[in-house]
């Protein structure tokens, strides 16, 4: 990107080709960084590339965040990237509280602002529609996973488990042969 006048390019079949803002900072989130590769003829060597998230980081985001992307109601497991919640062109730092795993679809969608990813005072890892509006309902604690279920709950399976039932004899008797005396 020219500091000057903010275009970016990407260099591409030997020119340097024109590219919206959204894909170098999409490109310059999670990638490794070469530099300029082209010498203007002083000799100097091409650097070696640059993680910007180093290893162990990027593996212990990934070892907690279980290999999914952690988008509420999103289960990806492939194609799994770290992202910075506080961009690193705002200061934001390669630590396991500023990093989250997202699955490449949920990663565009944040750089292209239809999705974006907070902390919240307590430390979660919110994430809202671009008018503000929560995405996904959150996790349930273990102690919701485990509630017994109520009365009301019970006289619904057991009405449902009839009604079950009574289809499957229904069916039975329409399968049977058709036996003449």
Do not use: K
Not at 65 to 78: E, I, K, L, N, Y
Not at 103 to 111: E, K, L, R
Not at 138 to 167: F, G, K, Q
């Amino acid at each position: 990107q020219c500091p000057d006048c903010e275009r970016v390019t990407q260099d591409g079949g030997g020119r340097a080709v024109e590219v919206p803002a959204t894909i170098a900072e999409r490109a310059r989130c999670d990638a490794r960084v070469l530099g300029r590769v082209d010498s203007d003829g002083d000799g100097h060597t091409v650097p070696q590339p640059t993680q910007t998230i180093p290893a162990p980081v990027r593996a212990a985001v990934v070892a907690r965040d279980h290999g999914r992307c952690r988008v509420p109601g999103c289960r990806a497991s492939r194609w799994v990237e770290v992202h910075h919640v506080q961009p690193r062109a705002q200061g934001g730092r390669h630590t396991m509280t500023n990093l989250v795993s997202l699955c490449g679809g949920h990663h565009d969608a944040v750089h292209a602002g239809r999705l974006q990813i907070a902390r919240s005072a307590s430390g979660q890892v919110v994430f809202t529609h671009a008018d503000g509006r929560l995405y996904g309902a959150p996790p349930r604690t273990s102690d919701e996973r485990h509630e017994p279920a109520t009365a009301a709950a019970r006289v619904d399976r057991a009405d449902a488990a009839h009604m079950d039932l009574s289809l499957a004899q229904r069916i039975e008797r329409a399968m049977r042969p058709v036996t003449r005396r």
